[in-house]
């Protein structure tokens, strides 16, 4: 089965500093994919950043990026030069072969001005 | 592209009634996905369709939820009788095959007093 763990429920950032959200899993599959979703208070669910596992280089989106650990089962998110409009709650997920997405429990960061 | 169409926004009913979500994908995905995000928590998959037939099920209280997508579109979810435990937000979600990735719509918060 598949299993996503969030251990910080909050963290906060300087506005403009960097931050990473920690994220481990678990699965049985050699080969799959890693999410990260961002959910303001306006509730929409917001893909951030996608890693295929079979790829060795880590995934990047402008200010947001990857630490893949995959020995370690590991799925980290950096957010560089963090912005206001950050704050959000942040999930990682996992989908299995059916492509049943699992999710964490959130990390809620607050950007701070 | 059109996103995820979601309504209502919000909904308030008292307990035993019954209530019913609808969701327009986004045109194409032949995936669609009801999740149930109580607070504090991340989304959890109540159940998925690929075009008109049910992939899983198997979270979904049968005994009260009930979902069904006509001609692979639309989609529906209803509760009947609505329980305490069952506020939250109910979240549709839409994906294509490969490579997976969630396209959510607004959601429903439900509360159910």
């Known amino acids: 089965a598949q299993t996503v763990t969030q251990s910080q429920p909050e963290m906060s950032v300087q506005e403009a500093e960097t931050v990473t959200l920690s994220c481990t899993y678990d699965?049985?599959?050699?080969?799959?994919?890693l999410f990260w979703y961002k959910q303001p208070p306006s509730r929409q669910m917001i893909l951030v950043i996608r890693q295929e596992a079979y790829k060795q280089q880590n995934a990047t989106e402008n200010r947001f990026s990857v630490n893949f650990q995959k020995a370690a089962k590991s799925f980290s998110l950096k957010i560089s030069d963090s912005q206001l409009g950050d704050t959000a709650m942040y999930f990682c997920a996992l989908p299995n072969t059916g492509n049943q997405f699992y999710f964490g429990t959130g990390t809620s960061l607050t950007v701070i001005p | 592209e059109a996103g995820v169409a979601q309504s209502p926004r919000y909904k308030i009913i008292e307990k035993r009634q019954s209530v019913a979500f609808w969701c327009n994908p986004i045109?194409?995905?032949?995936?669609l996905y009801w999740y149930q995000q109580i607070l504090g928590q991340g989304p959890k998959l109540l159940i998925q369709f690929q075009n008109n037939g049910v992939v899983d099920d198997s979270q979904l209280p049968k005994d009260r939820f009930s979902a069904e997508r006509l001609k692979g579109v639309d989609s529906t979810l209803k509760i009947q009788p609505a329980k305490l435990e069952d506020s939250a937000v109910y979240l549709c979600a839409s994906s294509l095959d490969l490579p997976p990735a969630l396209h959510f719509g607004n959601g429903t918060r439900l509360t159910v007093t």
């Open positions: 699965t049985s599959e050699n080969n799959y994919y």
């Open positions: 045109s194409g995905h032949a995936t």
